[in-house]
Every structure is written in C-alpha cells, then in structure tokens.
C-alpha cells in the first residue's frame, strides 16, 4: 500500500477491527446470517401464519386419507400407526428445511437482488446458508412443538419416546446429512432454473422411498433396492427405533456405523459440490442471473 | 401457456403429483392394514376402485393447485421483476388480466384430467366416455368459482407479498377440506360447513357419483345447481373484493414494494 | 505497486443461440485485453456506451466473474487467485437499489454487512453511526428499507459500500437512478474520498460525470480500451478539429455517409435528440467554419429540415465519436 498518512492511519484501522481469529469470523459470520433470516422472517407475518398454520393441516391431510383403510375399531396397533405417520411427518418437515430452506435460500437472494452483495463479501459461503439453516430449524421445532402439543392434546395420548438420547444422536446425523444435502441443493439453483421442479420430485420420492410414511417393507422389491440406497432411509429407521423401538434395517450397531459415515460423507460433498459449482457461476457469469 | 412451454418441469410435475399423492396415501393405508386395507376402504366409501377414487380427488385438488399457484406465483413474480406496476399502469380492465392468467389453465386442466382420471378409468374399468364427458364438464363449471376465489387471492398477494406460503395454506385447506381423499361425511359438522361453501367440495362428490355410482347430470341435478351458482356468483364477489384491495394498495403504495 | 493493477484482463463468454436442437455455440467477446493502474488518491472513469464491457470488467475486479485471460491486482492479491483477500479490500456499490434486504433497517442491513466483512463489533457501531451520518440517514436509521425512497436506498447502498473503508472502492454507476440534487451530491462524496487516498475505480456512461469527476478516463468501447488519459488531454486532441453540432429533422443513414465524404469532415455521429422527431448530429471537421455553408447547402439539397446549428467545445461524447465513430448515446 502507499505510504501516506492516510493510508497507514486506513491500514491501522482495518488490523485493528477486522477478527483476525477463524473461529471468531465463522461465529460472527453464523450469528450475522442467522439474525438477518430471522428479523427477515418475523417481519413477513404471512411465513409464521402460514407455517403454524399448514403444518398440523397437512398432518390431519394424511391422516384423515389413511383412516379410509383402517378398521373402524381402535387398537394398539392403530396407535403404533399413528406414532409411526407422525414422526414420519417430522422427518418430512426437516427434509423440507433442506430443499426450501437452505436449498431455497440462494434463490430466494436471487429474487431480492441480495445475491451479488453475498458473493462479494469475503465470507465462506457455506456459513451463510448455514446460518440461515440455523434460523429454519429453529422455526421448524418450534413448529414441529407446536404440532405435536395439538395432535397429542386431540388424540389424548402421549407421545411415544422410548430413548431419546440416542434419538437425538440419530436426529444430529440426519441434520448433518439435511446440511450436505441442502448445500447441494442450494448449489444446483445456480445451475438449473427449474428448481421447484427438482425440488418436488425429490420430495415426493424422498416421502415415497425412504421409509418416511410407511415401512421399506411395504414397498415392492425392486423399489425397495432403491430405498436401500438412499441415506435417509437409515437416518429415519434409527430415530424411529430410538422414539418407538421399532427394528432396524441392519443390526442397530452397523446401521449406527453406516449412518455416521454417510451423514458425514453428504456434509463434504455438498461442501465441495457447492464450491465447484460456484467456481463455475463465475466463470461463466450467471452468479446473478435467474 | 408460454410459461409451461418455457418450463415444462411445472407441467410434468402437475401431472406426476396425482399418482404420487395417490400412491403415498395408499401405501400408508397397506401399512396399517396389511391386505385388509381395500376391504375397508370398500366399507367406507362403497366402491372398491382404490385407484379412481383417489385419482379423481387428486385431480380435481391438482387443478385448483394449479389455478391458485398461477395466480399467486405469477402475481409475485411480477412484483419481484418489477413488471407488476407495468401491468397495473396499463389501460385494461384488471378483470382481463387475471383472468387471462386463469384461462391457460382450462388447459392444463383438460391434461390433468385426460392423464390421471381417463387413464385411471380406462385400466381399472369398463370404458364409459359418457360419463368421462359428464365428469370432465363438471370439473370445467367448477372452475369458475375458483377464479373467484383466486381472484381475492391475487389482492391478497399483492397485500401480503409471499404467495407460496398463502398458495400452501390454501392447497392444505382445498385438500382437508373437499374430500380430496376421503368422503366429507368423516370430518366434524361445522367443518363440512366450511366444506360446503368450497366449490371443489362439489366437483369431487359430483365426479365420484358419476365415474364410479352411475350417476349423470341430470340425477345430481342439486349439487349441479349449486356449483353453477357458485360459479355466477363467486367470480363477481371476488372480482369486487380484489378491487377494494386494489384500491387500498394504490393508497399504502404495494404494487412497487416486494 | 498501486492499488489497482490491470494487465491485459480478458472475458470471453459462451453462448447457445439458435433454434431449439440446432444451438450454435457462440463466443461473445466481453472485454478484450485491458490493462491499467489506478493509483491512490485517483479517481479512474471508465466510460462506454451501454454492452461496452465496464460492468463485466468492474465484476471481473471485484471476483463476481472469473477472468478468461490475465488478471488483475488490487492490494497486491490476484483477483483470479486469491478472491478473498482481494473482497476484504473492496468496497463496491453496484447498480440498482435492489442490493439491500428490504425487510432489514437501514442499520440493521449495515450490521449485517459490516459482520460480513469481519468488522469488530466494537468498531462497527462506530463506523456505521459515522456513514448514517455522512450520507444523512442518520434520522431514518430504523426504518425498514422498503420504506426507503430510492435515493436513499441508493446513499444507503453507498455508505455500505464504505463500512470496510476499503483502500480501492469500485463503483458502477453510481448516480444513475439520482435526481440531480443527489447526484451533486453523490459527486462531493466521491471528490471527498478520493481526498482521503482512496483509489477509486467509476463506471458511467454520463460523460459531464466522467468529465468533472475523473482524473484519468478509459474510453471503453466492444471491451477495448480505445483510449486512456486525462479527460483535459483527450478533449485536447479533438480540439484539432471543430465541431459542429445540427439538430434536424427528416435525415437518414443515407445522409449521415453524404456527410462523410466531405473533405474536411473527420468523423460524423447521430443520436437521438429531445426533442421529437429530431435527431442530433455532431460533425468533427478540420476548418469547420469553412466547411458549414457546403454542409448546408448539401442538407437543405437533401430536404433536411435543419433547426439548429451551433459549434461546441469538444466533450468526451466527441472523443469517444472521434475514437468509434459512433455517439455515446447509441
């Protein structure tokens, strides 16, 4: 730099406020993006009436379609049913925060103009969209609370949790998984511009294929292989055998040994996926272009 | 229609969301009651066509998804590309341009109904055009109730600013609330009310009694009565009611804002 | 070393155009080999007509684009290689008032920008309450952004461009959504840092800005450089010959090549005039004064309707017609 006063009086300042510490930078990154997606969301009442209001829907939605083949007398097992749907649903509305939440999140800066000021920023993109993850999960248990407190109180039962300590591991896989998956995704909107469209079909074949709504059992055998092959199938086995002590695909050990690797494994490919394909935004230009 | 021809990806997936929606709900139906399951559904419903049941509820839930979200995406898309004011700067009747928007749509609900209903009849039953016919003008007379309806949607939107997540709460309340997968008959009193005054909730009793209970227009000839005044007086209200939000937009200055 | 070191910086982007499965692939040349310095204290115009490449080159500087071929330098760190250190360096206003979170204050927008550039926190309040005031906002802090008019969207978007007082600062059009109050305005700012060493980098196609503003000014034109220098010197250049400004109505392209083959006339442009119906015509011409009763005399025998005839001190439209042979206004 020159050596006038000015810029040394420049230089001295930007060493002086500038976090040099990586910890503190990613922190200060995270807390940045997840306050801005959180005072945006507050401040759009039609999200927050729109989310508390849908969700229990769509769980009654499904419920009420099912009830049609069930038999007209309760039983346990009818309940056992009723456990199973409704944590399936949960397992929907996190799924969602990976397709529209994080996945959405480089589109929805697209849409408002934001989208370049992101990128000239000296920050890792990937704590950005991972604070704004941050500020959806937080909305979607508060939901998914909300929900259960609703459904429970109607049904006038309690719900079903037999270990929730090795259900809250088996859920911390599944959000590392979500993570990786939504850096994907969040990276494919830069490339495609059919994205709802992709974002459906992987929705709808998520709820269809991984055990979700109903067991793997139930789908016919060559589909079946395809469930076998997709990772959120054994991230939702392990949390439905933790909550409802429901048996595994694999034994319980090796089914915990697979879904830690593969949760780790989506988190650095997305990581990597998203930066190639970032790399490639710029070199063709389209960083802003919709 | 130049929408679907530059993004064909919505279209494929209007007309892949019937089977899957459909396939979803049975799935969870053989879950809980292993083979069972058609048994009592055969009880509840009084037909044991699993599949046309849940195709024509699909289909009708499909086509005001796809007449909702037209309007409201397109509406914010506008607001966002700043190309609303344009629009609204114009001489023309506000009334033409919604319902320009809404008139593709006839088409997409003639695909819709020809891929999953007609194809879902054709395999699973002996063939009766007449009825196709007589269920597919039904479903065409409940369409305009439904304009009315997305009519005060559109002044919503430009209110509001976020139509997917107004476009989510009413495709869950137009799927709880008209039978989409389920007779009405299950849901509490005062809840079918609500049904009642929702034109599809007509559509999809009309359409089923038709395809599936040999019925014909004539022999409906109520419910008939109700969704043709349904579709005189809904488009009126709801053309009336979006321009009061209109109005109150040009005052609050909405159509710049996103 | 300057702050800003160009060389030989070029893009080249792909493109697909034709029918439906009979797609060609097309190279569209952006910015052709550009070389420059910007040293501190320097405000350096680039200046161009709308698609001349300045934004593609601006973005090139800032690692919106990556370069096809050779790089750029700001601070010393390569834009094509070291992106990071290159953006903790920049401060940059792009165009358009849309580069704000509209349901953010005015505040809250510059916190969130200043975490992003890894600002102290203890710092940043400081910082942000001295640009709030600077460009006098300071009242309207706490309102929502969309309530913002767009002037101030556009100061807003000025002052975060400022939160890292950045030693290069690149600015892309930066008065062009501005009433002329806040344009003057945006210009003191602009004089003001570039008082303080800043080194500044500006793109516009308003040559009266690039004239008053600029110490140096590239005339960019089909991505090139055409020509670099003081905005004194290149008019100085064009002042060999004079020129003629006719405003009329009723000509043509046929017309406009008539002019051309004039002895005297150096180069001709037209553009479009305020008037309705006109068109403006500028003709540099050696010995002007000689040439006009001729120029007349051709234009009245081709039933122009001629409204007004005046000589006018060259400006940098003259010397960007001078270099292209085309009007800045095209």
Same mark, same amino acid.
């Given at each position: 730099m020159g050596s006038s006063n000015v810029s040394r009086k420049r230089l001295a300042l930007q060493v002086n406020s500038q976090n040099t510490n990586s910890l503190t930078k990613i922190g200060g990154e995270f807390k940045a993006a997840f306050l801005k997606d959180l005072r945006s969301y507050v401040r759009y009442p039609a999200w927050l009436l729109g989310e508390f209001i849908s969700t229990p829907l769509w769980f009654f939605f499904f419920a009420l379609g099912v009830t049609l083949f069930s038999p007209t007398n309760l039983k346990k097992s009818t309940l056992d049913s009723f456990n199973f749907f409704y944590f399936g649903f949960i397992f929907i509305i996190l799924f969602s925060t990976a397709v529209w939440g994080i996945g959405q999140s480089i589109r929805n800066e697209q849409q408002a103009g934001t989208l370049e000021q992101f990128f000239l920023a000296p920050v890792n993109r990937v704590t950005l969209i991972v604070g704004r993850w941050a500020r959806v999960f937080l909305t979607d248990v508060l939901i998914i609370g909300y929900t259960t407190v609703i459904v429970y109180t109607l049904g006038n039962e309690r719900p079903a949790m037999h270990?929730?300590?090795?259900?809250?591991? &088996?859920?911390?896989?599944?959000?590392?998984?979500? +993570?990786?998956?939504?850096?994907?995704?969040?990276?494919?909107?830069?490339?495609? =511009?059919?994205?709802?469209?992709?974002?459906?079909?992987?929705?709808?074949?998520?709820? @269809?294929?991984?055990?979700?709504?109903?067991?793997?059992?139930?789908?016919?055998?060559?589909?079946?292989?395809?469930?076998?092959?997709?990772?959120?199938?054994?991230?939702?086995?392990?949390?439905?055998?933790a909550a409802l002590s429901t048996s595994t695909i694999l034994p319980a050990s090796i089914e915990y040994l697979t879904a830690t690797i593969l949760a780790f494994s989506m988190l650095l490919i997305g990581f990597v996926a998203f930066n190639k394909i970032e790399e490639q935004a710029r070199v063709k230009g389209t960083i802003s272009a919709m | 229609?130049?929408?679907?021809?530059?993004?064909?990806?919505?279209?494929?997936?209007?007309?892949?969301?019937?089977?899957?929606?459909?396939?979803?709900?049975?799935?969870?139906?053989?879950?809980?009651?292993?083979?069972?399951?058609?048994?009592?559904?055969?009880?509840?419903?009084?037909?044991?066509?699993?599949?046309?049941?849940?195709? @024509?509820?699909?289909?009708?839930?499909?086509?005001?998804?796809?007449?909702?979200?037209?309007?409201?995406?397109?509406?914010?898309?506008?607001?966002?590309?700043?190309? $609303?004011?344009?629009?609204?700067?114009?001489?023309?009747?506000?009334? #033409?341009?919604?319902?320009?928007?809404?008139?593709?749509?006839?088409?997409?609900? #003639?695909?819709?109904?020809? @891929?999953?209903?007609?194809?879902?009849?054709?395999?699973?039953?002996?063939?009766?055009?007449?009825?196709?016919?007589?269920?597919?003008?039904?479903?065409?007379?409940?369409?305009?109730?439904?304009?009315?309806?997305?009519f005060v949607f559109s002044g919503i939107i430009i209110r509001f600013k976020e139509p997917y997540v107004f476009v989510q709460i009413v495709n869950v309340l137009f799927a709880v609330l008209t039978g989409t997968y389920y007779p009405v008959a299950l849901l509490p009193l005062w809840v079918q009310f609500l049904s009642g005054l929702l034109p599809q909730t007509y559509v999809i009793e009309d359409m089923r009694q038709i395809i599936l209970a040999n019925q014909n227009l004539v022999s409906l000839y109520g419910n008939i009565f109700v969704l043709v005044a349904l579709a005189l007086t809904y488009p009126t209200v709801g053309y009336g009611i979006f321009k009061r939000i209109e109005k109150k937009a040009g005052v609050t200055g909405e159509f710049s804002k996103y | 070393m300057n702050p800003v070191e160009v060389r030989s910086l070029s893009k080249i982007f792909q493109t697909r155009e034709g029918r439906l499965f009979r797609k060609v692939s097309k190279a569209v040349v952006a910015v052709d080999d550009i070389s420059f310095d910007v040293s501190e204290g320097e405000v350096f115009g680039l200046l161009g007509p709308n698609g001349a490449g300045k934004t593609t080159a601006v973005k090139m500087l800032c690692t919106l684009i990556t370069p096809t071929s050779g790089d750029a330098f700001i601070n010393g760190y390569s834009v094509a290689r070291d992106q990071q250190k290159v953006r903790e360096f920049l401060g940059v206003m792009l165009t358009g008032e849309r580069t704000l979170y509209w349901k953010?204050?005015?505040?809250?927008?510059?916190?969130?920008?200043?975490?992003?550039?890894?600002?102290?926190? &203890?710092?940043?309040?400081?910082?942000?309450?001295?640009?709030?005031?600077?460009?006098?906002?300071?009242?309207?802090?706490?309102?929502?952004?969309?309530?913002? &008019?767009?002037?101030?969207?556009?100061?807003?978007?000025?002052? =975060?461009?400022?939160?890292?007082?950045?030693?290069?600062?690149?600015?892309?059009?930066?008065?062009?959504? $501005?009433?002329?109050?806040?344009?003057?305005?945006? !210009?003191?700012?602009?004089?003001?840092?570039? !008082?303080?060493?800043?080194?500044?980098?500006?793109?516009?196609?308003?040559?009266?800005?690039?004239?008053?503003?600029?110490?140096?000014?590239?005339?960019?034109?089909?991505?090139?450089?055409?020509?670099?220098? #003081?905005?004194?010197?290149?008019?100085?250049?064009?002042?060999?010959?004079?020129? +003629?400004?006719?405003?009329?109505?009723?000509?043509?392209?046929?017309?406009?090549?008539?002019?051309?083959?004039?002895?005297?006339?150096?180069?001709?442009?037209?553009?479009?005039?305020?008037?309705?119906?006109?068109?403006?015509?500028?003709?540099?011409?050696?010995?002007? =004064?000689?040439?006009?009763?001729? +120029?007349?005399?051709?234009?009245?025998?081709?039933?122009?309707?001629? *409204? =007004?005839?005046?000589?006018?001190?060259? *400006?940098?439209?003259?010397?960007?017609?001078?270099?292209?042979?085309?009007?800045?206004?095209?």
């Open positions: 270990n929730p300590s090795l259900f809250l591991f &088996s859920l911390g896989l599944y959000e590392i998984g979500l +993570i990786g998956f939504g850096l994907f995704f969040a990276g494919l909107t830069m490339r495609i =511009k059919s994205y709802n469209t992709l974002s459906n079909m992987v929705f709808f074949g998520y709820m @269809i294929l991984t055990g979700a709504l109903f067991p793997v059992d139930v789908i016919p055998i060559p589909f079946r292989y395809i469930s076998l092959a997709i990772p959120f199938t054994y991230f939702i086995d392990l949390m439905r055998n | 229609m130049k929408h679907y021809a530059r993004k064909p990806g919505s279209f494929v997936i209007y007309l892949a969301l019937p089977f899957m929606f459909t396939l979803l709900i049975f799935g969870m139906g053989r879950f809980v009651s292993g083979g069972n399951a058609a048994t009592y559904f055969a009880a509840r419903t009084g037909t044991a066509n699993i599949l046309v049941y849940e195709m @024509i509820g699909s289909a009708v839930w499909m086509t005001s998804w796809v007449v909702v979200e037209d309007v409201g995406v397109s509406l914010r898309n506008e607001q966002i590309s700043g190309t $609303l004011e344009q629009n609204f700067l114009a001489p023309i009747d506000r009334a #033409t341009l919604l319902v320009g928007m809404s008139l593709a749509d006839i088409v997409i609900t #003639t695909v819709i109904f020809l @891929i999953s209903v007609g194809v879902a009849v054709i395999v699973t039953m002996p063939a009766d055009f007449a009825g196709l016919l007589q269920a597919y003008l039904v479903l065409l007379v409940g369409l305009f109730p439904l304009f009315g309806v997305c | 953010l204050t005015g505040r809250e927008n510059l916190e969130y920008f200043a975490a992003l550039y890894h600002l102290d926190s &203890s710092y940043w309040k400081e910082r942000i309450d001295e640009l709030l005031e600077k460009v006098g906002l300071a009242d309207r802090e706490g309102t929502l952004v969309e309530n913002y &008019s767009t002037g101030m969207r556009i100061r807003l978007s000025f002052a =975060k461009a400022l939160l890292n007082d950045a030693p290069v600062l690149l600015f892309d059009e930066p008065t062009a959504s $501005l009433d002329p109050q806040s344009a003057r305005l945006m !210009r003191e700012y602009i004089r003001e840092l570039k !008082r303080e060493k800043h080194a500044i980098i500006l793109t516009t196609h308003n040559m009266e800005e690039a004239d008053t503003l600029s110490d140096r000014v590239a005339i960019i034109d089909h991505g090139k450089i055409v020509k670099l220098s #003081t905005p004194a010197d290149l008019k100085e250049k064009v002042k060999r010959n004079e020129v +003629i400004e006719i405003q009329a109505r009723k000509f043509s392209d046929q017309i406009l090549i008539g002019l051309q083959s004039f002895s005297e006339v150096s180069k001709v442009a037209m553009a479009a005039s305020d008037a309705a119906d006109e068109v403006s015509i500028r003709i540099h011409a050696e010995k002007g =004064k000689e040439a006009l009763p001729r +120029i007349l005399e051709f234009l009245v025998r081709k039933q122009v309707s001629v *409204t =007004k005839v005046s000589f006018i001190e060259p *400006t940098l439209e003259d010397v960007f017609i001078a270099e292209t042979g085309r009007s800045l206004r095209d």
